[in-house]
C-alpha cells in the first residue's frame, strides 16, 4: 500500500520547469527582451550587428561629410550597388550549401558580352539578347553544378576554372576591339537610366506594404487554422509600421532627387523573390536542409544532387543578371567588365550580411544589407577623397570582422546545442 502510494507521488511530482517563453512566440514586451537576450548569449544574432553597423557608419561619414546622406549621393549609392548586389543574391544560395562559387564575376562578364554581341553587332532584340545572356549563364551553372556533384570535384576547384576560363571565352567574344558600347535610347540601357515618378515610387511602396501584410496575415490565419501557436498581432503592427516607415522615408528621399531607380526594384524584387523561396517553399527548405547536414538532408529524401546543381545554375544566372545591370550602367562591355573586385564584393556583402560561410544559416537580405554597408564604406571613402589602399584596407578590415563574428556566434551556437 505504501509502496502503490510513494510511486503515485513520485509521478504526481513536477519535474524542472521549463520557461514558456522558450517555445512560444512573444505575447508581451517583456518577451521580446527576454528573446533577445536569449538570442545574444546563444549566438543568433541575425541581422542586428549589421544594421547597427550600417547606421554607425552613416553617421560617422555624415559628420565627416554633409552630402554623405543627400538625395543625390544616396540615389548613386542604389545605383552602384545594384549589379554586384544581385550577383550577391546567388553567392548567399550557394553559402547556404556551405560550398563557394568563384566564378560569378567572369560568368558575369561573358554573358553581359553574349548580350552586347548579339543585339549590337547582330541586331537581335534587346529583350531577346537579355534572355540569351541569362539562358548561357544558367547553362555555365548546370556545368559547374554537375561536374561538382557527379564527378566529386570540389566547388571551390571548378569555379576556380570557371572564373579563369570564362574570361578567356569573354575577350574571345568581345573579339579584337574589345569594347561594345550599348545604345543610349535601347531597353539594356534603361534598366539603370529609368526612374520611376514620384506618384509610381509612392504606389510600388504601397503595394510592397500591403503585399507583406497580407501574407503575413495569412500565414498567421493559416498558423491558426493548424493549431500552431502565433505571436500577437501587436507583432504583425510593430512590423507593419516599421516596415512602412522605413519605405516611405526610402522613397520620400530618392523622389526628392530623380526618382526610385529600376535598377533598385530590381535587385530588391530578386532579394523578396528568393526569400520567399527559402522560406515557403520545400524547395528553400531543402537547401537549408543540405546547407546543414547533407547526410542527414539525403536520409530523409531530399534530392541532394539536384538542389546543388540547381543552386549552382541559380548562381550563375543571377551572375547574368547583375553582368546585364552593370553594362546598363556603364553602356558598354569591355575586357575588364566582371573583372576587379565583382567577385570579391559580391561575396564579402553575402557574408558582411550574416550568411554563414558555414552553410546552413543565413537569408537573401544579407546580400541587401551586405551590399549597402559596403557601398555605403566605399561612397564615403570616395566623398572623403581617401587613397585606394585606404580604401582597400578599411574593406578588408570590414569583411574580416563579418567573418570573425560569424565564427563567433557558431561557437556560442554550438555550446547552446544550437550549432
Do not use: C
Not at 550549401?97 to 558575369?108: A, P, T
Not at 572564373?163 to 539603370?192: K, S
Not at 546543414?292 to 547574368?320: L, P
Not at 559580391?346 to 551590399?371: D, E, N, P, W
Amino acid at each position: 500500500m505504501s509502496t502503490v502510494k510513494s510511486e503515485s507521488v513520485a509521478t504526481a511530482t513536477p519535474g524542472p520547469a521549463i520557461d514558456p517563453r522558450l517555445d512560444a512566440p512573444p505575447q508581451k514586451l517583456s518577451d521580446y527582451a527576454f528573446i533577445l537576450k536569449r538570442r545574444i548569449r546563444s549566438g543568433e544574432l541575425g541581422a542586428l550587428p549589421v544594421v547597427l553597423g550600417l547606421a554607425l557608419i552613416w553617421i560617422i561619414f555624415q559628420s565627416l561629410n554633409s552630402r554623405f546622406l543627400s538625395a543625390q549621393n544616396l540615389s548613386n549609392l542604389t545605383l552602384q550597388i545594384a549589379a554586384t548586389g544581385t550577383i550577391a543574391v546567388g553567392i548567399v544560395l550557394v553559402l547556404l550549401l556551405g560550398e563557394i562559387d568563384l566564378s560569378v564575376g567572369s560568368v558575369s562578364g561573358v554573358t553581359a558580352a553574349v548580350m552586347a554581341v548579339l543585339a549590337v553587332r547582330h541586331g537581335v532584340s534587346d529583350v531577346l539578347a537579355i534572355a540569351a545572356a541569362i539562358a548561357v549563364g544558367v547553362a555555365i551553372g548546370a556545368l559547374h553544378g554537375t561536374i561538382f556533384v557527379k564527378l566529386g570535384v570540389p566547388s571551390f576547384v571548378v569555379t576556380l576554372a570557371g572564373l579563369i576560363g570564362w574570361q578567356g571565352l569573354q575577350l574571345y567574344v568581345l573579339g579584337e576591339r574589345g569594347t561594345i558600347n550599348i545604345p543610349f535610347d535601347g531597353t539594356i540601357a534603361r534598366l539603370t537610366s529609368t526612374t520611376l515618378a514620384a506618384p509610381a515610387g509612392w504606389a510600388v511602396g504601397a503595394v510592397a506594404v500591403a503585399a507583406y501584410v497580407i501574407t503575413a496575415y495569412l500565414g498567421r490565419r493559416r498558423r491558426m487554422a493548424a493549431g500552431l501557436p502565433v505571436a500577437h498581432i501587436r507583432d504583425l503592427i510593430i512590423r507593419t509600421v516599421a516596415l512602412g516607415v522605413g519605405i516611405g522615408i526610402s522613397v520620400a528621399i530618392l523622389n526628392s532627387w530623380r526618382g526610385v531607380p529600376l535598377a533598385l526594384l530590381i535587385m530588391v524584387g530578386f532579394v523578396v523573390f528568393f526569400d520567399l523561396i527559402l522560406r515557403k517553399t520545400q524547395y528553400g527548405r531543402s537547401i537549408f536542409a543540405v546547407g546543414g547536414n547533407i547526410e542527414a538532408a539525403r536520409r530523409a529524401g531530399i534530392r541532394v544532387d539536384w538542389i546543388r546543381i540547381s543552386v549552382f545554375m541559380i548562381a550563375s544566372g543571377m551572375a547574368a543578371v547583375g553582368g546585364i545591370l552593370a553594362a546598363s550602367r556603364g553602356y558598354a562591355v569591355t575586357q575588364a567588365s566582371g573583372a576587379g573586385d565583382t567577385l570579391l564584393m559580391a561575396i564579402a556583402a553575402a557574408v558582411i550580411g550574416g550568411t554563414s560561410l558555414f552553410g546552413g544559416r543565413g537569408s537573401t537580405y544579407s546580400a541587401l544589407l551586405g551590399m549597402l554597408v559596403l557601398g555605403s564604406v566605399q561612397s564615403g571613402m570616395l566623398l572623403l577623397q581617401l587613397d585606394s589602399s585606404v580604401r582597400f584596407m578599411i574593406t578588408a578590415a570590414v569583411l574580416l570582422a563579418a567573418v570573425i563574428l560569424d565564427a563567433v556566434s557558431r561557437r556560442g551556437r554550438r555550446s547552446t546545442g544550437r550549432g
